[in-house]
Nanobody
Framework: QVQLVESGGGLVQAGGSLRLSCQAS????????MAWYRQAPGKERELVATITGRGNTDYADSVKGRSTISRDNAKNTVVYLQVNNLKVEDTGVYSC???????????????WGQGTQVTVSS
């Protein structure tokens, strides 16, 4: 099992910035991808950004150019999401996800954190 704990959410004014952190612990495998999702009230959960174990990143169009996902490679267990120029529509519960496998032929395991609330005020 893997546990994911997010932190860094809160109330932020539009135009501001925040940095979210996600710490993974437990049965950690090297082959992994970590990601941030968010769910706004009344909407489905959407993918915000991903980062592979090799550091390849991808972003949703809605945050591209103003967000950075990064990880602590030394530990392979911490991922960050920096979002700048926050907009009211960035409001939602941000959840961390980790997918990992023991080796290339192993099953893919997926884990979720509890989420952290981000509220952007106008």
């Amino acid at each position: 099992q893997v546990q994911l704990v997010e932190s860094g959410g809160g109330l932020v004014q539009a135009g501001g910035s925040l940095r979210l952190s996600c710490q993974a612990s437990g049965n950690i495998f090297t082959i992994n991808t970590m990601a941030w999702y968010r769910q706004a009230p009344g909407k489905e959960r959407e993918l915000v950004a991903t980062i592979t174990g090799r550091g390849n990143t991808d972003y949703a169009d809605s945050v591209k150019g103003r967000s950075t996902i990064s990880r602590d490679n030394a530990k392979n267990t911490v991922v960050y999401l920096q979002v700048n120029n926050l907009k009211v529509e960035d409001t939602g519960v941000y959840s961390c996800n980790r997918e990992q496998r023991r080796d290339p032929f192993d099953l893919l395991y997926s884990y979720w954190g509890q989420g952290t609330q981000v509220t952007v005020s106008s």
